[in-house]
């Protein structure tokens, strides 16, 4: 499968792109995970968003958020896949490219993130550690991890 990878910050993005990030996010974190939350946090606009497209449809995708604004340390966040294209590798090309993306956005070597409990192993197969306890965040087990470079 031949994906096309877009890398652009909040207001580079068309209105499209945003649509389809909104659309996924939306279709996954709401409606599949049963959840409702607000998704729309005002940390678009201060993060880069990276994209995997097969054609025009938005395949994968993550907010790669500043320092600060989610944590002291940059972070990933908003990681998914499309519901018909999982299982095909994409979620660890998604999270090598967002890992490479982060360190040279934001000229940092820590990133920490909020993980959804059952991920903790997907995640530690990239070096993320876990730090603190479990927490639940709207009603789902969660997890800080840090990755360390």
Known sequence: MQLTWVY????????????????????????????????????????FHLMAW????????????APGVSFPEASIGRV?????????????????????????TYATNKIRIGAQLYLKKFYEGFGFVAKGEEFLEDGIPHIEMVLER
């Open 8 to 47: 652009k910050s909040f207001d580079e993005l068309t209105t499209n792109e945003l649509y389809a990030i909104l659309q996924l996010r939306s279709e996954v974190f709401v409606v599949e995970q049963n959840c409702v939350y607000q998704d729309i946090d005002g940390k678009d606009k201060k993060s």
């Open 54 to 65: 097969q054609g025009d449809e938005l395949v994968a995708y993550t907010r790669l958020v």
């Open 80 to 104: 998914i896949s499309s519901p018909k294209y999982r299982g095909l590798g994409i979620g660890i090309t998604l999270l090598e490219k967002s890992i490479t993306h982060i360190l040279e």
